[in-house]
């Protein structure tokens, strides 16, 4: 047996994390690095935004460049693992080669729910997830100027934005009453839903699409009342399925996710997932979760990283998110479920910027901040310290937001 | 090539090379420096690659802008010469620059 070897299973962000990660707490040995994907790890944000505008070359997607992983001595290996071998410590690629570890992190990341409609095998119709879907996408571009997007979530927002700016006409449907209604107040739908009017979109809720139709193309999009709208291209943002199976096949504990405990391990003592694929317990928020950003799978990476280098550290960082449409940056601190009231800072039925704050027994919990980045990391720093504010001073745009953790802190 | 020294809070420094056009945000994560985390890839909207400019470079940095201020004022390691890595572009200039990392990224 040679050098001790961690093998990372997927190239993504929690990859990209992981081997700084593992560098920096001191691991010598060997880290092997199989991705399913053709190059190193990137950063998908932009995927359905400045990437999608042409803005950003795939080299300026890396995160981070070809020499940090030489310098590191991280070998990439373009492999796909179709099996794990948890006793006997190995994993086996498509070809039947076999290798050994002595850890191994899996950090799969999920996959688009695929829409089961008629007519959703068409070209045209994409999902977004990786660079190549984005290639697919612009490859549809020039010959299109319909666009309908499926799903008013943050994916179909955003994408919807950067369709708009590239100047096609585009519809958004969602099924629901709401834009955003899984995970915002109404306060914030609403202000979406303004916004995305305003910009020259057609954006529907409480719609049920029936089918995609076309020759080989899509050309339309059926709606129950037999409503048909023109569709060059038809892109589904219905959310994501965790890529568990490697981890169920091989007799892992999986639940919505691999489970793991919070130091980033599953059920096997050597084996550890990360990401957007691992279900964990939140100590904050008191219950497991699964959540798909990037922030979670660098905190997820790092916990990770620690624990094969023995290093004590559980997964702690407070869940955030962001989102950017138009010129609207939002920020999302915390988890909003099980919220009770919300604070509204600034106005959201005018204008384009303000800050929602979500309240639990009077403390604050989340908050989503657009093109609010004072209001955001305040937020940050007062869910840590359980902060619970005057509501009337919360809201007030002349009560400086250092003077409330002031006072909390005062108050120890 | 040009330099950079990231001065970790406990002393500990880390001299790397820079690429002009780079951010000094990518310049830390290339070289893997602790303490700086960079988790948005340059977005300015997570305030995680907080650095402090010594007084006598930072005529050539420049000082934050209106959103860098609005990121780090709220942290509690915010001064004078903060500002975030991700929002100063490395050029010639700053070759031999030297920033000190506060103890813990927001």
Not at chain 1, 66 to 74: A, H, I, S, T
Not at chain 1, 153 to 174: C, D, F, H, K, N
Not at chain 1, 366 to 384: L, T
Not at chain 2, 74 to 83: H, I, K, L, T, Y
Request: some cysteine; glycine content about 10%; proline content about 5%.
């Amino acid at each position: 047996m040679g050098t001790a070897r961690v093998i990372i299973v997927g190239a993504s962000h929690a990859s990209a994390q992981m081997c700084a990660s593992l560098r920096q707490d001191g691991w010598t040995g060997e880290i092997l690095l199989l991705g399913d994907e053709p190059g190193l790890p990137y950063q998908r944000p932009p995927l359905s935004k400045a990437y999608l505008a042409g803005k950003l070359s795939p080299d300026e997607l890396l995160i981070r460049k070809p020499d940090f992983y030489l310098k590191q001595e991280v070998r990439f290996r373009p492999a796909r693992v179709v099996k794990l071998h948890p006793d006997a410590l190995q994993v086996e690629l498509e070809d039947g080669e076999v290798l050994d570890f002595d850890h191994l992190a899996l950090c799969l990341g999920a996959r688009p729910r695929r829409l089961s409609l008629p007519g959703a095998h068409l070209n045209g119709v994409h999902y977004l997830r990786g660079a190549a879907d984005i290639q697919g996408i612009q490859a549809d571009l020039p010959t299109s100027k319909h666009a309908v997007i499926i799903g008013g979530g943050y994916i179909g927002l955003e994408t919807a934005a950067s369709l708009r700016q590239l100047g096609l006409t585009v519809t958004v449907l969602e099924t629901a009453g709401r834009v955003l209604q899984r995970v915002t107040a109404p306060e914030v739908s609403t202000f979406y839903e303004r916004i995305h009017r305003e910009e020259g979109i057609d954006l529907r809720t409480d719609v049920e699409v029936l089918a995609l139709e076309g020759g080989d193309r899509v050309r339309g999009v059926l709606l129950a009342g037999d409503e048909v709208l023109q569709a060059d291209l038809a892109i589904v943002g219905i959310g994501v399925v965790p890529n568990v199976e490697l981890a169920q096949e091989a007799g892992l504990a999986v639940s919505d996710g691999i489970v793991i405990d919070g130091h980033g391990q599953t059920d096997h003592a050597h084996i550890y997932a990360a990401g957007d694929c691992a279900n964990y317990f939140d100590a904050r928020y008191g219950r497991r979760l699964r959540l798909e950003s990037v922030p979670n799978a660098v905190e997820q990476a790092k916990t990770v990283a620690a624990t094969i280098c023995g290093k004590d550290k559980e997964i702690s960082g407070l869940p955030w998110f962001w989102s950017d449409q138009y010129d609207l940056k939002l920020q999302i601190a915390g988890l909003s479920a099980g919220y009770e009231e919300v604070v509204l800072r600034g106005d959201p039925s005018v204008g384009r910027d303000f800050a929602c704050f979500y309240l639990n027994e009077g403390r604050i919990i989340a908050a989503d901040c657009v093109n609010r980045p004072q209001e955001f990391m305040f937020s940050k720093r007062a869910i840590g310290a359980n902060l619970a504010p005057q509501r009337k001073l919360l809201a007030d745009p002349d009560t400086a937001l250092a003077s409330l953790l002031q006072v909390a802190e005062s108050a120890g | 090539m040009p330099t950079v020294t990231f001065v970790e809070h406990d002393g500990t420094p880390h001299t790397i090379d820079f690429v002009e056009g780079q951010s000094m945000m990518e310049a830390a994560t290339n070289n893997a420096v602790p303490g700086i985390e960079g988790d948005c890839g340059g977005e300015a909207a997570c305030g995680t690659c907080h650095i402090i400019i010594t007084d006598d470079w930072i005529s050539t940095t420049g000082t934050r802008s209106d959103r860098e201020s609005q990121m780090i004022e709220m942290s509690p390691e915010c001064q004078a010469n903060s500002r975030l890595a991700c929002q100063l572009v490395a050029s010639k200039a700053m070759d031999g620059l030297k920033v000190r990392l506060p103890e813990f990224q927001m």
